[in-house]
């Protein structure tokens, strides 16, 4: 235990002065020999000068501050290390879905859901089934943003996943840059369990042959799986030949796929050194499927700290010093001042 301010237990030796005159007021009177000896009386008013004592006592510890400091704690269970990588950019404004989807809203006189929200909705689902995960957040539109580092704790991971709808992104993607810093956040932490990178995206990007070189490093190194949350705009024509064979390792800049960025980053993602998937969705329905299966694939065993913050102990010394008072204040409107 430490105190943020040690000088006022200099000011314990106070809690004495109780002990050194009865806790009741005396009363005089001419001769008191033939009384006999009261032994109950004796021992209240003993009673009384201690809980005067421990009152002052513990007015001065909790006035000194008294706290635990923090500590980590390690936890084991059964999850996985996941970082979600949430794309912020103006296209995740826009509504989810096909060509066939958006007459049909039209049709219906309906507003369709827009990407982000629906991402968010159901990440948050996600997240609230998974309490052993180890989990951070980065945002990213023209740049890569870190919201949250690793962390077990549900109401920060929600707040975290609620905050990438304040703002509108721009205009500009930056899927490399953003892959690379969700790499580097398990530098330099111990491997424990299984590694995931969620890329909730709804496009791709035509990356160069260094960043391509930089990206498949990192994630070998770190042994990173990657999912990818593809989200389909109505105008997308979407990953269609996603089924088709990965190119090879020193493949060009667009991988004969130029016109679909979001193939062309597909394909790249299929030359990676780690387990990849896609999961292509088109409405609210299939992005929930996505996400559950992504739920129980990892389910590895886990070890991880958990780092506890400091904890305070004034209020309950502070709950000591007013038990004692009320017990005083008890005693004081019992006492009879005066007898016939």
Do not use: C
């Amino acid at each position: 235990m430490r105190f943020s301010e040690p000088l006022l237990l200099l000011l314990l030796p106070l809690a004495v002065l109780p002990l050194l005159r009865p806790a009741a007021a005396s009363a005089r009177y001419p001769w008191l020999e033939l009384v006999p000896a009261d032994g109950l009386s004796n021992a209240l008013d003993w009673l009384l000068r201690a809980v005067a004592a421990i009152g002052i006592a513990a007015t001065l510890v909790g006035l000194s501050g008294p706290y635990l400091p923090g500590t980590t704690v390690e936890r084991v269970g059964r999850g996985a290390e996941i970082v979600v990588l949430l794309d912020r950019s103006l296209s995740m404004d826009e509504p989810l879905g096909s060509a066939s989807q958006a007459r049909f809203y039209a049709f219906a006189q309906m507003a369709p859901q827009s990407k982000q929200s629906v991402a968010r909705r159901f990440l948050s689902q996600f997240v609230a089934r998974r309490g052993n995960d180890l989990m951070g957040l980065i945002i990213f539109s023209t740049f890569p943003i870190p919201v949250l580092p690793f962390t077990v704790r549900q109401p920060l991971i929600q707040a975290a996943i609620r905050a990438g709808a304040t703002y509108h992104g721009l205009a500009d993607t930056d899927i490399g840059a953003a892959l690379l810093a969700s790499a580097g956040m398990f530098e330099n932490q111990p491997y424990t369990g299984s590694r995931v990178v969620l890329l909730v995206s709804d496009g791709g990007a035509v990356l160069d042959t260094v960043t391509r070189v930089k990206i498949r490093t990192a994630f070998a190194n770190e042994r990173i799986a990657l999912d990818w949350f593809y989200l389909r705009s109505y105008t997308s024509p979407g990953l269609a030949q996603a089924g088709a064979a990965a190119p090879p390792v020193s493949g060009g800049a667009n991988d004969g796929t130029e016109g679909n960025p979001e193939l062309a980053l597909h394909r790249f993602f299929q030359t990676l050194l780690t387990p990849y998937h896609l999961y292509q969705a088109e409405n609210p329905q299939a992005l929930r499927e996505a996400i559950a299966d992504v739920g129980r694939a990892q389910t590895l065993p886990i070890r991880y700290g958990e780092r506890l913050p400091r904890l305070s102990l004034a209020p309950r010394v502070f709950g000591i010093a007013l038990i004692a008072a009320v017990m005083l204040l008890i005693a004081s409107l019992l006492e009879v001042r005066r007898w016939p």
